[in-house]
């Protein structure tokens, strides 16, 4: 657990560098996030600010000239990925490698794209034309399979995305026959091979797990215990998933 104080400067430095729509922006046109002083990242580029790409189209290759390893793709796995491969001593660049690649001329006449032709990761034009579809509540879905099957909710304990308060607080209002019977339940203590991994909540059909140690990616930082919880809740180990795993 983290105080407000603790969590303030954290919460302000990424307010700050959000856009109008709440859209964190990851770097500014200096190539800089104003989080990172924040939470006290450096990056080290060695005057290398951009993946250097060497294109061989009569032999179809593309060579990397400035790392030793490319992670396709900058989302939250990628950045799991990239943690993992820099501590073990390789250099890593994580970025949408597809974007470079395909604005490439050599690309371009690959594939019979007109040269004028400009991929873009994200196009305001698209963004406009399906904002309406973006965040939309399901919480009527999950009403729905509810009464008719089990449904397991679970959040990290530490995920700033769609943590526990979040769900909580939407839960409250679901429109299911055993919603009170639910909120009154008694939160039980998960353990995985006798350490506490979280604590659990259940009632007839539906169940809500807070995994401790976990983010926004439960079954990638917590493999073992994601395992542990997702066969007992499809096995059905106990009348409120009180979930206990031995080794």
């Known amino acids: 657990m983290y105080s407000v104080e603790q969590v303030l400067p954290y919460w302000e430095a990424l307010h700050t560098a959000s856009d109008g729509n709440d859209n964190l922006l990851l770097c500014d046109d200096n190539g800089e996030n104003p989080a990172w002083e924040a939470i006290g990242y450096e990056v080290d580029t060695d005057g290398n600010t951009s993946l250097q790409v060497a294109v061989d189209a009569e032999n179809k290759l593309v060579k990397m000239k400035s790392c030793d390893v490319v992670i396709v793709g900058s989302g939250c796995g990628g950045g799991d990925?990239?943690?993992?491969?820099?501590?073990?001593?390789?250099?890593?660049?994580?970025?949408?490698?597809?974007?470079?690649?395909l604005n490439f001329a050599e690309v371009k006449k690959a594939l019979g794209v007109n040269e004028s032709f400009v991929y873009e990761l994200c196009s305001d034009i698209v963004d406009a034309a399906l904002h309406a579809d973006v965040m939309k509540s399901v919480k009527y879905m999950v009403e729905h399979l509810v009464s008719k099957s089990k449904v397991l909710l679970y959040?990290?304990?530490?995920?700033?995305?769609?943590?526990v308060v979040q769900v909580e607080a939407?839960?409250?209002?679901?429109?299911?026959?055993?919603?009170?019977e639910f909120l009154n339940a008694e939160r039980k203590i998960w353990k995985v091979n006798g350490e506490l991994s979280g604590y659990v909540q259940s009632w007839k059909t539906l169940t809500n797990v807070v995994v401790l140690g976990a983010g926004h990616l439960v079954p990638t930082e917590k493999a073992v215990n994601s395992q542990a919880m997702i066969e007992d809740w499809v096995l059905g180990r106990g009348t409120i998933l009180y979930f206990t795993v031995n080794e």
């Open 81 to 101: 990925a990239a943690a993992v491969l820099a501590s073990s001593g390789l250099k890593v660049h994580e970025d949408d490698l597809v974007s470079q690649f």
């Open 155 to 163: 959040q990290g304990r530490h995920d700033l995305r769609d943590g």
């Open 170 to 180: 939407w839960v409250k209002t679901m429109k299911w026959e055993g919603i009170l």
